[in-house]
């Protein structure tokens, strides 16, 4: 089954980021924050497992990463979790996941000879990738130092709020409508925002350069 789908690696894995990022728009924001969005996660690790499946030694330890998020998903739906331990368990998980799978995609699409669609899903992947890693940085430190951003809308949960904050960091956007404002909370919005503009001069500048090196080549043959 692996191997059937790893050529088609970074189109699953950027459909299921997309899921993520915009269900709640299609499906009422309480049932999916309670049952689709933990599934839609679960889905994502797949996808990263998909992804890494000639990595073997990085594959297996997604693939732990995984079955320890269906175990804290299962304990969470019949009530059963302690909240103050599974929750902090539930954000290093996914923050490994996010870091190792980044670092990955990255790899992929730096060492690609050629620039094809899949390339192409999987530049912009790694991209939302980075901010999923600037969410759950964000998230880890609300949930250490309660208050350390300002502007959180009520009645909007905390997740759809630091998830917006970090792309909206992320993409140097900078509303000022949330605020980081403890000194944690500032150094984490200046590494998203370094994360977003590298991501954006290097990896994304290198994949434009081989495109135009390759659209010359084929017309060199021509």
Same mark, same amino acid.
């Given at each position: 089954?692996?191997?059937?789908?790893?050529?088609?690696?970074?189109?699953?894995?950027?459909?299921?980021?997309?899921?993520?990022?915009?269900?709640?728009?299609?499906?009422?924001?309480?049932?999916?924050?309670?049952?689709?969005?933990?599934?839609?996660?679960?889905?994502?690790?797949?996808?990263?497992?998909?992804?890494?499946?000639?990595?073997?030694?990085?594959?297996?330890?997604?693939?732990?990463?995984?079955?320890?998020?269906?175990?804290?998903?299962?304990?969470?739906?019949?009530?059963?979790?302690?909240?103050?331990?599974? /929750?902090?368990?539930?954000?290093?998980?996914?923050?490994?996941?996010?870091?190792?799978?980044?670092?990955?995609?990255?790899?992929?699409?730096?060492?690609?000879?050629?620039?094809?669609?899949?390339?192409?899903?999987?530049?912009?992947? /790694?991209?939302?990738?980075?901010?999923?890693?600037?969410?759950?940085?964000?998230?880890?430190?609300?949930?250490?130092?309660?208050?350390?951003?300002?502007?959180?809308?009520?009645?909007?949960?905390?997740?759809?709020?630091?998830?917006?904050?970090?792309?909206?960091?992320?993409?140097?956007?900078?509303?000022?409508?949330?605020?980081?404002?403890?000194?944690?909370?500032?150094?984490?919005?200046?590494?998203?925002?370094?994360?977003?503009?590298?991501?954006?001069?290097?990896?994304?500048?290198?994949?434009?350069?081989?495109?135009?090196?390759?659209?010359?080549?084929?017309?060199?043959?021509?």
């Amino acid at each position: 089954m692996l191997k059937r789908l790893y050529p088609y690696r970074f189109e699953v894995f950027f459909f299921s980021q997309i899921a993520i990022l915009f269900g709640s728009l299609i499906v009422p924001s309480i049932v999916f924050e309670t049952y689709l969005s933990p599934v839609l996660f679960l889905i994502n690790l797949f996808a990263g497992i998909v992804l890494l499946s000639k990595q073997k030694k990085t594959m297996w330890f997604l693939v732990a990463l995984l079955v320890l998020s269906a175990v804290i998903l299962g304990s969470e739906l019949i009530e059963a979790a302690n909240e103050n331990l599974v /929750g902090p368990i539930k954000m290093l998980t996914y923050f490994l996941f996010y870091i190792v799978v980044t670092v990955e995609i990255i790899k992929q699409v730096w060492q690609a000879k050629k620039v094809s669609k899949n390339v192409i899903f999987g530049l912009v992947s /790694g991209y939302i990738s980075l901010g999923l890693i600037g969410f759950f940085i964000c998230l880890s430190i609300e949930m250490v130092y309660p208050n350390s951003f300002s502007g959180l809308i009520d009645g909007i949960s905390i997740t759809e709020n630091l998830m917006y904050y970090s792309y909206i960091t992320l993409l140097t956007i900078g509303y000022g409508d949330i605020l980081p404002v403890s000194a944690l909370a500032h150094k984490a919005d200046i590494l998203i925002g370094l994360m977003g503009q590298i991501y954006l001069v290097v990896i994304t500048a290198i994949v434009v350069g081989k495109y135009i090196n390759q659209l010359s080549i084929k017309n060199d043959k021509n």
